[in-house]
Structures are given as structure tokens and as C-alpha cells.
């Protein structure tokens, strides 16, 4: 479903991806680990649009992804939501909810399917988004993305700044959205026991170049993954 | 009640201007100061179709019309550079190369018609307005800012084109990353600046004249009143306009002509001091958070690192 | 960091480089400067020019320490010169103080008054813009209360300075060399700066103003700063230049005249760097005088030459040749570092 080929990426003169190679299956849950500043946030950036690799390919559904505008790589079905969450802080919920189909109306299914997965979003229908909690304003973004249909969902860190019982309740979420709709996900996390507990595969990343892919049992047994991230073995 | 009414007229006007110069610096940062002279060069190209004896409609047409030509073609072509930079570097890089426009607009006005102004004059005897006389082309002119300024709110406000609008004022990437072209959207909020820029010209021929040297007057008034109303928000501009009308005249009725332009100026600065986040505050938000929030906006993707964005992460908490 | 390096970028130069050394670029642009008038030949008019000049170029270092510095948006460099030469002129003129006291007194009004207005943007935490506008307001105010209060400035007409008549400010050569010379002390002022500790707070600050306070800068103490001493050059400059020159009229320090004039120069120049206002001055004035034969259309053709300039060096063009001398002499120093600041 997606293919990343050969990906590199930077700032300026500083080069930050050196060279990555990725693939999502249709169906599939992949995890992109690594600590802060191993390119991450920059990958999941370029296959969304948003920022422009010095060089690779990157393809959605067989086509190439280099000529779109991330505006239409996000209606082509491929959906973003960043570790800031980039919620609309003067609109309300339901607002912010209803933008994530533009320019399509959102069907009331798809609400109603956003509210079943967060409860407390309903509690907070009418409030502003900027007013809301990390862990509420992180719903919120989710569900945007939800709203969308997406084929693929991406999430950058979606725990980041989250309190343990929010981010647990957030994963649980994730898990059940997982297997009533068999959604496929590629997401970057830093948590690795939520994150490998819910992936088939996970890709590790360091300084830019791929470290380690396995399956998700592999990376947990694998003694380096451990010291590196469980920071135990 | 004179007082009022002479004050709306010239408010609706001003809301106008401030209108037009705060949605454009919303979206993009852009803070264009060639606003006036757009304004006057819309006007002055309107009195040459008067002057020629074509009929009045078609000289307001060509007003609006070479307003919103005007909004487009700079857009397109020398402001292109600006918007490949982010942050404080695309602010100041606008006020620049904006003034520079601002500079050729005024020169070639100046020496091809040196003497050209632009008023629509409205026949017919004065009109009785809650018993103050007023003159016909007061009332169309304050009518007209009325009308642009409803039909502004209500494509932003009720149009899927405006809600696309006030999403990428608050957010450009949220906003793409909903599948919403950051880019189409401009066009729009440009050619809807151009079109309050023929509308104020339009406006002020009727209550008035447009002359060849008010471009300056008429941008700084403009950024004065958007300022005043809270960059970026147009409901703030507009109060802030129809505000700074009524302290106007009213300064004119008490203090006399010649002071009243320091009553006004010092209206809007003490307005600015007080309330940075706009004439209409910000229901509970803190201002704080506001004025960082274009400057994060804009500050763009190619700045971001994994580390940027992490700790950006961190400012929702909470 | 080579010489040239820190002259561009406005990093402090480390002290082992120097007295002499950090100072060379400012004895340079004064000795180059110096020489206008022994090559203007006896032309009262050039000489005339050159003092305009060297007053725009001492503007543009007052506004450069202040924005360049700090990030203040200060649009008022125009009103603080005029507030001290009118206070100068009015109280020489119609009570007959000695300039020595007068001059002085109209400083220290400009200082109060541009502190005064950063210390209210400082504690109302206002944004660039909103600090250029609150600034552009009172520097309209002060117009207006220019051209209002006729009895006292006379109005649109001007006013003849009497104070200074008879002194050898008003020889045009030693009134260029006294403008000169508080053109020298602004410069080297700026380049002591830059070679403090006041210096890095500057770049801290501009960098970002929480994590310099973060970092133990008393943040709102230095920026107020920054605007006094802006301000207190902006109006010595213009109080000098009022008793030069003889007359003064609300134009001569109107927004149009001085800041935008001021603000096309430090940013063509390079906003932040030592040199840049006198780069970027140098070429607004040759630019005046160039086009003048152009009547009417030279605004037009002035905004095009702006526009051009400003799209091709957004940086302003000492970073741009300092850039370009860096990269052709980093291959030969063997290292591929690039000059850091100068935004």
C-alpha cells in the first residue's frame, strides 16, 4: 500500500534521513521506533506531503506521491495525524470533526464511530479544541483523521506529552478501531511495549538509517532493541 | 445622533479597509502595505472611465474589477518569493517588498494623472435620517461598506469556501493535512481583498473623492484599524473600523479638525496597548497564546526538526 | 572568524583579536566617508547630499541596534529626531538657553520618550507588528502635533533654527564633519555592543526572547535599553542635523522622509551587521540623486529598484558578500563552516 524507497531527506545542509526503505501492506499495523531526532517525524513528514525529500521514492496504491500536495495526498486517503495534533484551536469538537471529510459532507455514521471510540469527545462536543487537554485535543485528532475514511492511517507519537492512563487509553482505542475495521496504520512511538503489543512489525530507525526490522516479537526479544528501548537486557 | 451617523459612514469604510488588510495577513503573514495604493489605483482608473463618458456602472465595474486584477497579479508575481520563506523572515520580507509595490502603484499614478481623483457624484436633494440631513452619497456609500462586510461574513461563515478559509488562518498545516489546498484558498482571500479594495474606493468616491496621494493614508489607516481589531480577525476589523469612525467624529465635533487625528491615532494605540489580542478579546483564550499564534503558523514545515517537533509537542500539554 | 566574518555577522569578535582590529571596520567607513567633502570640490550641494547621507546612515544605525538587535520594531526614528530638534530649537529659539543645555534636554526627551514606548511594548508583551504599529501611531502623533500646533513650530512652513547661527555648525564642511563625527561614536557604539556581553544578550533575545530569559537575561531591561540608546542617537542626529541645516519642518522628519527611508536601507544593507546601514544608506542616496532627472516617474522606477533589490538580496547585501567572500575562501581555509546570525 505504501512504498518508501531509497529515502533521504534534511534541513537545509543537514541531512536527516540517509537512505530509508519502508513498506505497508494493506491490512497491516507497522511501528517506526526510535529515540528523539532519529528521523521519525521527518519520514512520516514526507509521506505526507509535507515536507520535500532531497531524493527517493515515495508510492501510495502504486502511484507516485513526489507531485501531490499534501492537501491531496490527505484526500487520496492517506492521513496524517502529527505528534502537535494541529487541531483548529477556535473551533469547537464537532467543528473540527466535521473538517476532517473536506470538502465531502461527514456522514453521521462516521461521528457516531469517532464518539464510540472516545466517549469523553461527546462530554466536550461544543468546546473550543484549544481549550481541551493533551490527551483529549490527541482524540480529537484521531477522529479528524477518522472522519476522513482513510485508508492508511499515519500517527506521530500519538502519546507524546500524554498522561500513562490517557496514552493507555488512547492504544486501547487504537486496538479496537484495529479490529472492528481492520484499518491499516503505520505509527511512530517511542513506547515500545504499547506500540509492539498492538503491531504485526516494527521498523527500527537511528540517525536516520534502519537499524533493525522485524516482527513485533523479534524487537521485543531482540537483546539491542531491549538495552536501546526498554532500556533493559 | 449627526455625530453617530457621520462616524458609521466613515466607520463602515474603514471596516472595510481594515477587512481586506487583516484577512490577507491571517492566511499568509503578509502584511501588504501597497493596500492603499491598490485602492487609489482601482479609483483613479475608474474616474478615466468617467472622464471618457462611459456610464457609471461600468466605472465602478472596472473599479472592483482592476482592484481585484491588481490583488492577483502582485500576488502571483512579486509575493511569490515572500511565501517560499516562514516566520518573522516572510513578515518583514512582505513590509518590504509590499512598500516597493506601493512605491511603483504611487509613481506612475503621480506622473501620468497628477491631478486625477474619483467621485461618483449621486444626484438629488439631501436625505432626512433620524432627522439629521444626510447626503444621498453618504447613505449608498455607508450602504455599500454594509453589504461588502455581510456578504464577507456570510461567505466565511457559511460557505464551505469560508470555513476552508478560517481553517487555514488558524492552522495551514492542520488544514492541508484535512485535504484542504492551502494555495486554492488563497486565491481566494485575495481576490476577495481586491474586491473590498474596489469597494472602498467605490465607497469613498461616493462619500467623497479619491485623490492621487491618499494611497499612504489610506494603508495606514488600514494597518491601524486591522491592528486594532487583532491581526487576522476580521470580525475584530470591522468592529475596530466602525469604532475608530465614531471616535473620529466625534473628536471632529469636540476637539476640532486639526486635533482630531491625534485623538484617533492615540484611540487605536491605546486600544493596541490594552488589547494586543484585538477590540473583541479572545473569549478566555490568553492573549499570550494568540500572538504566538500566526508566527507558529507560519513558521512552516521546513524549520521543523524531530526534535522541534517533539518539544512543540509539548506546548499542547495540559 | 576572520575579520571581515565578525563584521558581517555582528558576532563579537573574540578579545584576543583586538582593539585595533574589532574597531577597523568603523575607522574604515568614517575615513572613507571623511574624504567626501575634499572631493566634492568647493559643491555646497554635494557636501549637502553627503551630510543628508551621513544623518540617514546614523538613523539607520539607531534603528538597526534596536530591531537589527533586539527585534523592536521601533517606526518612530523619524518622531524621536524630531522631538529633540524641535525641543532644541524652541527652547534656544524663544527662551534663548544655551544649545550646550538644550541640546541635551531634547536627547534625553527623545530617550524618555522611545523607552518609554518599549518599556510599554515590553510589559504588554507586544508582537513585532503590534510594536511597529503602536510606534507608527505615535510617530503620526507627533506629526500631527507638529503640523497643529502652528503658533509654536509653524506648522507646514518649518522653522528657521536661530540657536547654532554664527557657531561653525553651520559652515556646511564642519557641520558635515560634526554629523560625521556622532556618526562615528554611533558606530563604534553599536560595535562596542557587539562585542559585550550586551551583545550576545541582543542575539539571545532576537533569537528568542523566552529562552534567553531562561538563560538568567533580564529580558524587558534589555530591550528598553536597546530603545534608549536607539533613540538617544536617533535624536542627537536629528537635533544636530536641525542646527546644520538651519530649518526644520514636520517633512523633514516625517515617516515618509526618515523611517521608510530608514527601513529601505538597513534592510537592503543588511539588518543586524555593522556596515549595513552604511551600505544600505549609501545606495538609497545614490538612488535619490540618480533617479532625480526622472521628475515625476522617479518614485515608480524607485520602487522597481527596491523591488529587485529586495527579491534578489533578502538578506541584505553585506550578509550577501560576505557569504559569497566566505565560500570562496572556505575552500582555501580548508573548512566548510557557515557564518552564523545575520538573518
Known amino acids: ?233 | 445622533m449627526a455625530i453617530v451617523l457621520d462616524g458609521s459612514v466613515l466607520g463602515l469604510q474603514l471596516a472595510v479597509l481594515g477587512v481586506g488588510i487583516s484577512l490577507v495577513f491571517g492566511l499568509s503573514g503578509v502584511l501588504d502595505l501597497a493596500y492603499g495604493a491598490k485602492v487609489v489605483a482601482a479609483a483613479i482608473v475608474g474616474s478615466l472611465v468617467l472622464a471618457g463618458g462611459g456610464p457609471v456602472l461600468l466605472g465602478v465595474a472596472v473599479t472592483v474589477g482592476l482592484a481585484v486584477v491588481l490583488s492577483l497579479g502582485i500576488d502571483r508575481t512579486v509575493l511569490a518569493p515572500v511565501y517560499r520563506r516562514h516566520g518573522e523572515a516572510r513578515v518583514v520580507l512582505s513590509l518590504l517588498v509590499t512598500l516597493a509595490v506601493a512605491f511603483v502603484i504611487d509613481g506612475v499614478l503621480v506622473s501620468r494623472w497628477p491631478h486625477a481623483a474619483f467621485s461618483l457624484a449621486v444626484a438629488g436633494p439631501p436625505v432626512d435620517v433620524l432627522g439629521v440631513r444626510m447626503r444621498g452619497g453618504s447613505l449608498l456609500a455607508a450602504g455599500l461598506g454594509l453589504v461588502a462586510l455581510a456578504a464577507t461574513f456570510l461567505l466565511l461563515h457559511t460557505t464551505r469556501a469560508g470555513r476552508a478559509i478560517r481553517c487555514v488562518i488558524q492552522d495551514e498545516e492542520g488544514a492541508q493535512l484535512c485535504g484542504i489546498e492551502p494555495a486554492r484558498v488563497r486565491t481566494v482571500v485575495v481576490v476577495l481583498s481586491g474586491a473590498l479594495a474596489g469597494v472602498v474606493a467605490v465607497a469613498q468616491g461616493l462619500a467623497s473623492s479619491v485623490a492621487v496621494a491618499d494611497g499612504f493614508d489610506l494603508t495606514i489607516l488600514a494597518v491601524v484599524v486591522a491592528v486594532v481589531g487583532g491581526l487576522g480577525r476580521v470580525a475584530g476589523a470591522a468592529v475596530a473600523g466602525v469604532v475608530l469612525g465614531l471616535v473620529h467624529a466625534l473628536a471632529t465635533a469636540t476637539v476640532g479638525a486639526s486635533a482630531t487625528w491625534v485623538v484617533l491615532l492615540l484611540a487605536a494605540a491605546v486600544t493596541i496597548v490594552l488589547r494586543p489580542e484585538g477590540i473583541l478579546g479572545l473569549g478566555g483564550r490568553a492573549p499570550r497564546r494568540h500572538t504566538a499564534r500566526w508566527s507558529r503558523r507560519i513558521a512552516g514545515p521546513d524549520r521543523t526538526t524531530d526534535d522541534d517537533a517533539a518539544d512543540r509537542a509539548g506546548e499542547g500539554r495540559g | 572568524m576572520s575579520l571581515l566574518d565578525s563584521a558581517v555577522t555582528g558576532a563579537p569578535l573574540e578579545r584576543r583579536e583586538g582593539l585595533l582590529r574589532g574597531y577597523l571596520p568603523v575607522v574604515l567607513a568614517v575615513l572613507v566617508l571623511g574624504l567626501v567633502p575634499p572631493l566634492a570640490g568647493g559643491s555646497r550641494y554635494l557636501v549637502s547630499v553627503a551630510t543628508l547621507l551621513v544623518v540617514l546612515v546614523t538613523y539607520g544605525v539607531a534603528f538597526n541596534v534596536v530591531f537589527g538587535g533586539t527585534g523592536q520594531l521601533l517606526l518612530c526614528i523619524g518622531a524621536l529626531a524630531a522631538v529633540a530638534a524641535y525641543t532644541s530649537a524652541l527652547l534656544s529659539g524663544e527662551l534663548g538657553w544655551p544649545l550646550a543645555i538644550t541640546l541635551p534636554l531634547g536627547v534625553a526627551l527623545a530617550t524618555t520618550g522611545g523607552a518609554a514606548l518599549s518599556w510599554l511594548a515590553v510589559r504588554r508583551r507586544l508582537d513585532t507588528i503590534f510594536v511597529g504599529v503602536v510606534t507608527l501611531t505615535a510617530s503620526l502623533v507627533v506629526h500631527n502635533l507638529l503640523l497643529g500646533r502652528r503658533e509654536l513650530t509653524g506648522g507646514e512652513t518649518g522653522l528657521v533654527v536661530q540657536a547654532g547661527s554664527g557657531t561653525a555648525l553651520r559652515d556646511p564642511v564642519l557641520g558635515y564633519y560634526a554629523v560625521l563625527a556622532l556618526l562615528a561614536v554611533g558606530l563604534a557604539g553599536h560595535r562596542a555592543i557587539q562585542r559585550s556581553a550586551l551583545g550576545w544578550a541582543f542575539r539571545a533575545i532576537r533569537d528568542d526572547a523566552e529562552a534567553a530569559a531562561l538563560a538568567g537575561i533580564d529580558v524587558a531591561r534589555t530591550k528598553v535599553l536597546a530603545a534608549a540608546v536607539a533613540s538617544a542617537l536617533a535624536g542627537a542626529a536629528g537635533s544636530l542635523y536641525a542646527h546644520v541645516e538651519g530649518f526644520v519642518s514636520p517633512t523633514t522628519f516625517a515617516f515618509a522622509t526618515v523611517d521608510v527611508r530608514v527601513i529601505v536601507a538597513v534592510a537592503f544593507g543588511g539588518l543586524g551587521t555593522l556596515l549595513g546601514p552604511v551600505v544600505g544608506g549609501v545606495v538609497v542616496t545614490l538612488l535619490d540623486e540618480v533617479l532625480r532627472p526622472l521628475g515625476q516617474l522617479r518614485l515608480a522606477v524607485y520602487g522597481a529598484v527596491l523591488l529587485v533589490l529586495f527579491l534578489a538580496v533578502p538578506r541584505g547585501a553585506v550578509p550577501a558578500v560576505g557569504w559569497s567572500w566566505h565560500r570562496a575562501t572556505a575552500r582555501w581555509r580548508g573548512r566548510g563552516t557557515s557564518p552564523a546570525g545575520g538573518r
Open chain 1, 1 to 233: 500500500m505504501l512504498e518508501v524507497r531509497d529515502l533521504h531527506a534534511g534541513y537545509g545542509e543537514l541531512a536527516v534521513l540517509h537512505g530509508v526503505d519502508l513498506s505497508v501492506g494493506v491490512g497491516e499495523v507497522v511501528a517506526l521506533i526510535g529515540a528523539n531526532g532519529a528521523g521519525k517525524t521527518t519520514l512520516l513528514r514526507c509521506v505526507a506531503g509535507l515536507h520535500r525529500p532531497s531524493a527517493g521514492a515515495l508510492t501510495f496504491d502504486g502511484a507516485p506521491l513526489a507531485a501531490r500536495s499534501a492537501a491531496a495526498i490527505a484526500r487520496a486517503g492517506l492521513r496524517l495525524v502529527p505528534s502537535d495534533r494541529r487541531l483548529f484551536p477556535q473551533l469547537t469538537v464537532r467543528e473540527n470533526l466535521l473538517l476532517g471529510a473536506h470538502p465531502r459532507r461527514v456522514a453521521s455514521a462516521d461521528l457516531r464511530r469517532v464518539t464510540a471510540l472516545f466517549p469523553r469527545l461527546a462530554e466536550r462536543w461544543g468546546q473550543r479544541a484549544g481549550t481541551l487537554s493533551g490527551g483529549e485535543q490527541q482524540m480529537v485528532a484521531v477522529g479528524r483523521a477518522l472522519v476522513g475514511r482513510p485508508r492508511l492511517l499515519v500517527l506521530d507519537e500519538p502519546t507524546t506529552g500524554l498522561a500513562p492512563p490517557l496514552a493507555a487509553e488512547l492504544y486501547a482505542a487504537l486496538a479496537s478501531l484495529r479490529t472492528e475495521t481492520g484499518i491499516t496504520v503505520l505509527v511512530a512511538e517511542q513506547q515500545l511495549p504499547r506500540v509492539l503489543a498492538m503491531a504485526e512489525r516494527g521498523i527500527v530507525l537511528e540517525r536516520g538509517r534502519v537499524r533493525h526490522r522485524g516482527s513485533s516479537t523479534e524487537l521485543a526479544d531482540d537483546p539491542a532493541v531491549r538495552r536501546a528501548y526498554l532500556g533493559v537486557g
